[in-house]
């Protein structure tokens, strides 16, 4: 006897059940979305002819052609990169940016959550936040596809994210002040509530301590991303009795404050001290001597995070959770062998 499971018409959901798959994979079928595996295309298929499934027209959500950009703050080269790479890859699908600066923990959420669903964005580009579960809870209710950018903290497997490798920076930073033959060296640390910065500490204690040399406290100080941090630091470093003769610093900008307090002691770079920084802004190239630094991929990860927001619109369900692209160290004029004696 053939049962009525096997011979009746079938509900999505049931369908869904026999092959084995999610309800949204039968739908991708149902649809002709490309992004469905060739075996689990055929098997759908094949249930849903012989369970006689009724397809019905697809309604879809009408898209507005338009994508969020948001930020905690704006006023850094860091965002202006961000803002081109996401741009760049949404022109070319025919896209506009929306870009705005907002503080999640202050009351312009909600008018903020109400004006993207009001102007029907297809999907929301967040760079640097740390998201608690009621606020996930909230930007999951505009229905719409999310990716995180260099997200702070871990946001769980609630959304997509993309960044840096920045234990790895970390790591190869120090390595090569260590090749060179320095053995103190200084840590200037970043924003201790972003995840990135405790990632660019543990690849330098990682580095000193694969080279046999315990990590001193007193060489690690921290900052927060700024210039004027950098320059804190370097001088509270120089007036130890056993000071560093090179300084990793968490950012570019921290590097730069660094070479302000290094002339002001009268010390010369690198001759005297040698600075390693960390992105790789337009500034480390033309600055004297050129800052030795590691190069974040910002653009591409903007680029990368639009072009996942896109295969998101697209129905793919395939997309990692976690995309992480590798730094590169650049290496200019402020590094250099300690001087000897």
Same mark, same amino acid.
């Given at each position: 006897?053939? /049962? ?25 079928? =149902?649809?002709?979305?490309?992004? %469905?595996?060739?075996?689990?295309? !055929? ?13 019905? +027209? ?24 961000? #803002? ?8 070319? !699908?025919?896209?506009?940016? %929306? ?9 312009? #959420? ?6 993207? !669903? ?9 760079? %640097? ?19 995180? #950018? ?21 790591? /190869? ?6 090749? =060179? ?24 204690? /990682? ?8 990590? &001193?406290? @007193?060489?690690?100080?921290?900052? &927060? ?7 804190? @630091? ?18 570019? &900008?921290? @590097? ?5 307090? $290094? ?10 001290? /040698? ?26 990860? $903007? ?34 062998? +300690?001087?000897?004696?």
């Amino acid at each position: 006897m053939v /049962s009525k499971q096997e011979t009746g018409r079938a509900t999505i959901s049931e369908i869904a059940r026999e092959a084995g798959v999610s309800v949204p994979t039968v739908s991708k079928v =149902l649809n002709g979305h490309a992004h %469905v595996a060739a075996e689990t295309r !055929a098997r759908v298929e094949e249930i849903i002819a012989r369970r006689d499934y009724a397809r019905r +027209p697809a309604k879809r959500r009408q898209k507005a052609g338009l994508v969020d950009l948001v930020f905690p703050g704006m006023g850094s080269e860091w965002a202006l990169e961000i #803002i081109e790479g996401v741009e760049r890859v949404a022109q070319l !699908a025919g896209y506009g940016t %929306v870009v705005s600066s907002l503080s999640l923990d202050g009351s312009r #959420i909600r008018p903020w959550l109400a004006n993207v !669903a009001e102007r029907k964005s297809d999907g929301l580009l967040m760079a %640097v936040y740390q998201l608690d579960a009621k606020q996930i809870q909230r930007i999951k209710s505009l229905g719409i596809p999310v990716v995180l #950018i260099d997200p702070v903290g871990q946001p769980g497997p609630d959304l997509m994210t993309v960044g840096a490798a920045n234990w790895d920076g970390g790591y /190869s930073a120090t390595q090569h002040l260590l090749q =060179l033959g320095h053995k103190r060296i200084g840590m200037i640390g970043g924003r201790e509530d972003l995840q990135c910065s405790s990632a660019r500490e543990d690849g330098y204690s /990682s580095a000193l301590r694969r080279a046999g040399i315990a990590v &001193d406290p @007193a060489l690690m100080v921290p900052g &927060d991303f700024s210039i004027e941090s950098g320059e804190a @630091a370097t001088r509270k470093l120089l007036q130890l009795e056993d000071g560093p003769t090179a300084i990793f610093t968490g950012n570019d &900008d921290q @590097a730069l404050g660094a070479y302000r307090a $290094a002339r002001a002691a009268g010390l010369s770079i690198p001759e005297d001290l /040698s600075i390693v920084g960390f992105d790789d802004i337009p500034a480390a190239e033309w600055v004297e001597p050129g800052l030795t630094t590691v190069r974040q991929p910002v653009v591409q990860m $903007a680029e990368t995070a639009m072009r996942a927001l896109l295969r998101h619109l697209d129905g793919d369900e395939e997309l990692p959770q976690r995309i992480e692209l590798g730094t590169e160290l650049v290496v200019r004029g402020s590094t250099a062998p +300690p001087r000897k004696g």
